[in-house]
């Protein structure tokens, strides 16, 4: 059974920085694609960054500059660096992995999700 945890979100005045993780955990074969979305209030969940397993990122254009994706392969860890926060980006924020896994019958890829984490930046 594979498990996403998240972490690291909380209040944060408008110009602070936050540091969202995700670690996976079970029995992994490997993890294809990390990716961070978010979802506002009466809003639909959106993207906002991704990475590969050979490091390529891809950010939502709204963001470029002030977020950052990185991952540790040998953690099973995904990290979002946020800097120049608004509060605009306020949202839960959930981490989604694609992450295959060795099964009885062989190799076998599922797309998971993270429980989401409140990111609130307000004054």
């Known amino acids: 059974q594979v498990q996403l945890v998240e972490s690291g979100g909380g209040l944060v005045q408008p110009g602070g920085s936050l540091r969202l993780s995700c670690a996976a955990s079970?029995?992994?074969?490997?993890?294809?694609?990390m990716g961070w979305y978010r979802q506002a209030q009466g809003s639909q969940r959106e993207f906002v960054a991704s990475?590969?397993?050979?490091?390529?990122?891809n950010y939502a254009d709204s963001l470029k500059g002030r977020f950052t994706i990185s991952r540790d392969n040998a953690k099973n860890t995904m990290y979002l660096q946020m800097n120049s926060l608004k509060p605009e980006d306020t949202a839960v924020y959930y981490c989604?992995?694609?992450?295959?896994?060795?099964?009885?019958?062989?190799?076998?890829?599922?797309?998971?999700w993270g429980q989401g984490t409140q990111v609130t930046v307000s004054s």
């Open positions: 989604n992995f694609h992450i295959t896994t060795a099964q009885t019958m062989g190799l076998m890829t599922g797309n998971y």
């Open positions: 990475i590969t397993s050979g490091g390529s990122t």
């Open positions: 079970g029995k992994i074969f490997s993890i294809n694609f």
